[in-house]
């Protein structure tokens, strides 16, 4: 039980490194770790009937229904990975620092989770292209939006928080990718560094909207068009690697004392640089990195 409980932390933990950065979302990692459908069951499990018997003062019942076994640690993993990568290592940074580097690892856990989407649906029909490339469409124009101005408001920050959260739990599409649409992700990502409760209150009441009404959203659609909704999800992580891509012309604009990116165009690399070749390498590493964990995955199923 403890070494599922390790595990569940240490899962939380590359979701949250996930949701830090623009472009990778958290609910890919989900994926490539295994427990996106697990990740939906227990957002989803706190309803209505889990609120009436805590208004009822009936914890029993309360702490009963949800599914505080997986979800605690899951959590518990999520915000270790947000405290560390925002006041200890700060991702962020690295980021304007390394991004060849950093950029490859995640495009090659993306295109190793596509293969592993891929090798589960056991191939794509014809028909099914159709919604591959609705879901690569809808990639494309979320990931080429531009920053817009927007209010510094409570109730703005409410909308951002819930929309955010809705993106994490889709695969394809970065919260934090929406944040920077929405020209919030320093803003929140500072918060979060320094404890900022005015921006922390709204931005997670958001985010707990967005998970109890898009969870049983998604939760429904799963149950009804699972294969087609997989296929559209591969179609979304698709397009994404346009913007995962590790070699870009990057256009930073600096906003409070931060660079944010704010553009993007891929290309290829015009010869083999010491840089490029490493980014080569930290692509196949984030390939191999997802068929490994797919395999231990596999090989723990029949336990659980």
Not at 61 to 69: D, K, M, Q, S, Y
Not at 269 to 290: D, K, M, Q
Request: proline residues 5%; aromatic residues 12%; contains cysteine.
């Amino acid at each position: 039980m403890l070494k599922q409980r390790i595990i569940l932390i240490a899962k939380g933990f590359c979701i949250g490194t996930a949701d830090i950065i623009p472009g990778v979302s958290g609910g890919t990692m989900a994926f490539i770790l295994g427990i996106y459908r697990e990740f939906i069951a227990a957002i989803k499990s706190f309803d209505l009937a889990a609120l009436m018997a805590l208004l009822r003062l009936d914890i029993r019942e309360a702490l009963a229904r949800p599914h505080f076994g997986f979800i605690v640690p899951l959590v518990i993993g999520i915000a270790a990975a947000l405290l560390f990568f925002t006041r200890i290592v700060q991702l962020p940074q690295l980021l304007l620092d390394y991004p060849e580097q950093i950029y490859g690892l995640f495009f090659g856990l993306i295109g190793g989770s596509i293969l592993v989407l891929l090798k589960d649906l056991d191939g794509i029909a014809r028909m099914e292209l159709i919604p591959v490339i609705a879901g690569a469409v809808s990639g494309y124009i979320v990931f080429n939006m531009v920053p817009v101005q927007t209010p510094e408001a409570g109730w703005f920050i409410f909308i951002a928080g819930a929309l955010a959260t809705c993106a994490m739990m889709l695969p394809g599409i970065s919260g934090s990718f929406v944040l920077l649409i929405l020209n919030k992700y320093a803003y929140v990502f500072t918060a979060i560094g320094y404890f900022k409760l005015s921006v922390l209150l709204p931005f997670a009441g958001g985010a707990l909207a967005g998970l109890v009404f898009f969870s049983r959203l998604l939760s429904w659609i799963l149950e009804r068009w699972y294969r087609t909704t997989v296929v559209f999800i591969t179609g979304l992580l698709l397009a994404s690697l346009t913007v995962i891509w590790p070699f870009q012309e990057r256009v930073y604009e600096t906003i409070e004392d931060n660079s944010l990116l704010i553009d993007t165009h891929p290309v290829f690399p015009a010869h083999l640089s010491g840089p490029v070749l490493t980014s080569f390498v930290f692509i196949i590493c984030g390939i191999i990195a997802v068929l490994g964990i797919r395999r231990l995955h596999k090989a723990e199923a029949p336990e659980n």
